[in-house]
C-alpha cells in the first residue's frame, strides 16, 4: 500500500533521526518516480527532512526557507498527505508551531509526524525493530556524523558524476 522508500523514510525520521538520509532515500524516490513535478508530495516531504535537519544544526535561515516551501506543498496535496496515513489537520498545527520554533531561533528538539493510520506505523515500528533503531528515540544531537552528515560525508561519486557530464558537455568524451 505505502511504498518502501516512505518507510524507511519515516523510520529514519521517528527513529535514527538521520533527515539526510530521510533526504537521500526520498529523492531518488522522487527522481524515479515524479521528478518533473516539484510540487509533489514527496518533495514536501524531503523538503521537510532538510529543514529538520538545518534547523538541528542551527541554520534557522534555510530550516525556515525549506519548512516553508513544504507547507506550501502539503497546504495544496493535503489528499495526498491523507493518502499517506498522515492526520493532515494535526501536521497543519505541527509544522505551524515547528516554524513559530525556528522564527524564534529555538534549538531544535525531535518531533513526531502524526501519523494516523496504525497499519502504517506498525510498519515503521517493525522496519526500526529489525534495524536496531528505537522508535521515536530523541536525536542524539551529539553525534557530528548525525549532525553535520552532509560535510562529511564522502564526495568522490558525486564529483566524479558531474565531472562526467561537464566532459560530455563540452564534447570531450
Known sequence: MYPNEYIQFL???HGDRDY????E???EYWKKNDSRNKNSIWVGLILLAVSTYHHRRENFNGAKRTLEKAIKIFKTQSDLVIKLGINFPL????LKERLSIITNQQRYSSFNLPIGDLALLELCKRYCEQNGVVWGMDSD???DHLV???VLRDRTSVMEERNQ???LRKGND
Open 148 to 150: 553535520h552528515r552532509h
Open 91 to 94: 501536521l497543519q498545527d505541527l
Open 25 to 27: 532515500i526520498l529523492e
Open 141 to 143: 544531537v551529539a553525534d
Open 20 to 23: 539526510f538520509e530521510c533526504h
Open 11 to 13: 523510520a529514519h525520521f
Open 165 to 167: 557530464a561537464l566532459r
